[in-house]
């Protein structure tokens, strides 16, 4: 028999929607089936697998104990402290019950806000999948954020509990996380009664009495805990997870248990092609949707060894994340396109220093992967490189190449485009004034999904549905779709290519950054009357902020005020956020009705011409940007 063509396959997954996915809820255990597959009567809300009660904790970990409890689920490296730990199945079980006890003995519940604060360390997965187990809700805060970004969102999610420890450490330098913690705290309006601590050991710190709690004494208290897994119905939220947007407020994107667990256990069969008992490899950080997806829930929960990875791909050498792969047997691998720029700066003999017969695929995804590092890596490695473009939003892949479905065809890749639209998202390119959908090839629009969002995508925004309709679902005139943000084309064989934000979020190495938190911050400095922050296209990191400042004394700028600025940054959003370069200008290039012209500013900053300027109120605004960026 021929294979179904993928188109097919895709269509089916829409107008048998139902049908398409009560066959995926088969892969996952449930304790109570669905009644009811999709709920689409209230959009733009859905509700996935109504009525059906599981566990994401279950799924990802005690029914491969009960099977397999000897495998290897959870492999951590550390190349920063120099360590490694393998826990099997039933010792990752051990580990989460005894979280688990620790959590309820806090007086966590179900619905209990849960702030894991964490580096890349075992106990971070530990805390997640605890969560999950007893029906908490964890926000996971990457770690990299300092304490006003981390104040905004311990008083959106009100958390009953945080977890953190002493430290993380980033290419040898040991970074502290305990002071940013307890500042974060008091600038924070909510004050969480308990905070446990994982002691590492790599930086002293305070301990507040009353409040902060020693894990590892409380690991033993706890040792041998048996907590059993709540069964929750399919739309439980089960956790929440904080990204940028066009306001400085954090914004908490809300997921399920029942349509996660099974959204991700079909991608990592038929996007991934994973096969339980191996071993998958992302880079990603677990304050990242990559690393909720595809470092702790989706290898587990297909019973896949999950390798979590503290270090970066150049320390000790360049070579170290493919002697990770030759060690573990890696056979599916998960990174960005900066990391592989990073590596790109070596020597490619290194691609070949270790045997990586293992390695089936390499995915990267997070910002837009150019021809050139696609090339250098696929040359390299000598396996399938998959670009697969996704969102904090959607859970999982919305364009790549799905190489795994039986019977399906496997759509071949095309360099510059991470794909098709894969099965369940009904995606639409539409025109961002009229609404009208683009069906020709390479006409732009923005990338939208019609109603209702599949199984894994998000339910709402955290506490407040009204953003959720009115960000995502009421941007397009006249229709009632999801957004995605993005400028896209496609061509002639349904390839998109995705062409950047349509708003003013950028992407700093993967990293999704809005731009007015950053404003927000700089504008917080003494010395400034105003700033504009811009994302400008970088080699290595694909964007980089830079920031426009005009100074209450212009006779203040210095290249110390620079520097001051930048730390400024630094300490309360986090060194992600810091913009590569602060440039003091007098003016900024605004229209008569005082609107920044952001993008003018960018284009200028980029080389490009910057379009239609008719609006500009004082064109010497721009001038004095071009001079300053040629000096
Ligand atoms: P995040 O929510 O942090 O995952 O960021 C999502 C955004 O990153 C998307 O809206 C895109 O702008 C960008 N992005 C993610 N993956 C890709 C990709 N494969 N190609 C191009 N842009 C991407």
Same mark, same amino acid.
């Given at each position: 028999m021929s294979p179904t063509a993928y188109a097919d396959f895709h269509a089916r997954s829409l107008t048998e929607r139902d049908a398409f996915w009560a066959e995926q809820a088969k892969r996952i255990d449930w304790q109570t089936p669905p009644q009811q597959i999709c709920d689409a009567s209230q959009p733009p809300f859905?509700?996935?697998?109504?009525?059906?009660?599981?566990?994401?904790?279950?799924?990802?970990?005690?029914?491969?104990?009960?099977?397999?409890?000897?495998?290897?689920?959870?492999i951590w490296v550390s190349t920063e402290v120099g360590q490694e730990k393998v826990y099997s199945f039933a010792q990752l079980q051990a580990e989460v019950e005894a979280m688990a006890a620790m959590l309820l003995a806090q007086g966590v519940g179900p619905g209990d806000r849960v702030l894991i604060y964490m580096p890349m360390i075992p106990e971070a997965a530990f805390a997640m999948l605890a969560c999950a187990r007893i029906g908490a809700i964890h926000s996971v805060v990457f770690g990299g954020f300092a304490s006003v970004s981390l104040a905004s969102r311990i008083d959106d999610a009100v958390p009953?509990?945080?977890?953190?420890?002493?430290?993380?450490?980033?290419?040898?330098?040991?970074?502290?996380?305990?002071?940013? $913690? +307890?500042? &974060?705290?008091?600038?924070?309006? !909510?004050?969480? @009664?308990? *905070?446990?601590?994982?002691?590492?050991?790599?930086?002293?710190?305070?301990?507040?009495?009353?409040?902060? $709690? +020693?894990? &590892?004494?409380?690991?033993?208290? !706890?040792?041998? @805990?048996? *907590?059993?897994?709540?069964?929750?119905?399919?739309?439980?939220?089960?956790?929440?997870?904080?990204?940028?947007?066009?306001?400085?407020?954090?914004?908490?994107?809300?997921?399920?248990?029942?349509?996660y667990a099974v959204a991700l256990a079909a991608s990592m069969d038929w996007i991934f092609g994973g096969k339980p008992g191996e071993t998958y490899f992302s880079t990603s950080d677990i304050g990242w949707v990559v690393g909720h997806s595809y470092i702790v829930y989706g290898p587990l929960i297909h019973g896949m060894a999950t390798l979590m990875y503290e270090g970066t791909p150049v320390n000790p050498d360049a070579a170290v994340l493919w002697s990770l792969v030759e060690k573990y047997q890696v056979t599916v691998m998960f990174s960005a396109p900066t990391a592989v720029r990073v590596l790109k700066k070596h020597d490619a003999v290194l691609l070949k220093r270790h045997d990586l017969s293992s390695l089936r695929a390499l995915f990267l995804a997070g910002e837009p992967l150019d021809e050139p590092t696609a090339r250098w890596i696929a040359e390299g490695l000598g396996v399938p490189i998959i670009d697969n473009y996704w969102q904090t939003e959607t859970g999982w892949p919305l364009l790549t190449v799905a190489h795994h479905i039986p019977g399906v065809e496997a759509v071949p890749t095309r360099l510059g485009s991470p794909g098709v639209p894969m099965y369940g998202y009904d995606v639409k390119l539409l025109d961002e004034q009229t609404g009208v959908e683009l069906t020709g090839p390479d006409q732009k629009g923005v990338l939208a999904i019609a109603h209702p969002l599949p199984p894994g995508a998000l339910q709402t925004v955290w506490g407040d549905d009204a953003r959720f309709v009115n960000t995502y679902w009421r941007s397009i005139p006249g229709r009632e779709v999801y957004s995605t943000f993005d400028w896209a084309t496609r061509d002639a064989d349904g390839y998109t290519f995705i062409l950047g934000r349509t708003d003013d979020v950028i992407n700093v190495a993967g990293h999704r950054l809005g731009t007015r938190e950053i404003e927000e911050c700089i504008s917080g400095h003494a010395a400034l009357a105003e700033v504009a922050v811009v994302g400008v296209a970088d080699q290595l990191k694909g964007q980089v902020a830079i920031a426009f400042a005009v100074l209450r004394d212009a006779a203040l700028a210095s290249p110390a005020l620079e520097g001051e600025i930048m730390k400024h940054v630094d300490a309360q959003l986090g060194a992600v956020a810091r913009p590569a370069r602060v440039l003091f200008v007098t003016l900024l290039p605004k229209t008569r009705s005082g609107k920044l012209l952001r993008r003018a500013l960018q284009a200028v900053a980029e080389g490009r011409d910057p379009g239609d300027l008719t609006t500009l109120d004082d064109p010497s605004a721009l001038a004095q940007v071009k001079t300053l960026l040629h000096k």
């Open positions: 859905a509700r996935w697998f109504v009525g059906g009660t599981t566990n994401l904790c279950h799924n990802a970990v005690d029914r491969h104990a009960a099977t397999r409890p000897g495998d290897r689920a959870l009953t509990l945080i977890v953190s420890a002493d430290a993380g450490s980033r290419g040898g330098k040991r970074v502290a996380y305990k002071p940013l $913690l +307890d500042e &974060a705290i008091t600038l924070a309006q !909510h004050k969480p @009664a308990a *905070v446990l601590m994982v002691d590492r050991g790599l930086v002293p710190f305070e301990r507040v009495a009353g409040r902060d $709690l +020693d894990y &590892a004494e409380l690991r033993r208290r !706890h040792d041998g @805990a048996r *907590v059993p897994c709540a069964w929750l119905e399919s739309n439980t939220p089960s956790y929440t997870l904080y990204t940028s947007g066009t306001t400085g407020r954090p914004k908490g994107v809300q997921r399920d248990v029942g349509g």
